[in-house]
């Protein structure tokens, strides 16, 4: 199993960054795929959610109406875009099913003037 995220960058509040994270190692058509971050000194939290058939969504409070997530089945890839970034959402983000698969290396997201 491998999960390799990307995408993540130095962006100025109110800018956009969309995340890839390119999966191996299983079915992933099959699987939920998660968006997952991690801030300093914080815990990770579970910051998206896609079903496997796509069609449902989960997201945090915190980031409704400005992230979204998305799968393409054929690339074994999952996406979060992220939109009118905030500080708040600096932190290194990780894709991940459920959180029972091993964890990739994450990707940096600063956001700051």
């Known amino acids: 199993v491998r999960l390799v995220e990307s995408g993540g960058d130095l962006v100025q509040p109110g800018g956009s960054l969309r995340l890839s994270c390119a999966a191996s190692?299983?079915?992933?058509?099959?699987?939920?795929m998660s968006w997952y971050r991690q801030a300093p000194g914080k815990e990770r939290e579970l910051v998206a959610r896609i079903f496997s058939g796509g069609g449902s969504t989960y997201y945090l409070d915190s980031v409704k109406g400005r992230f979204t997530i998305s799968r393409d089945n054929d690339k074994s890839t999952v996406y979060l875009q992220m939109n009118n970034l905030k500080p708040e959402d600096t932190a290194v983000y990780y894709c991940?099913?459920?959180?029972?698969?091993?964890w990739g290396q994450g990707t940096q997201v600063t956001v700051s003037s």
């Open positions: 190692g299983f079915i992933f058509s099959t699987y939920t």
């Open positions: 991940n099913t459920k959180g029972t698969m091993p």
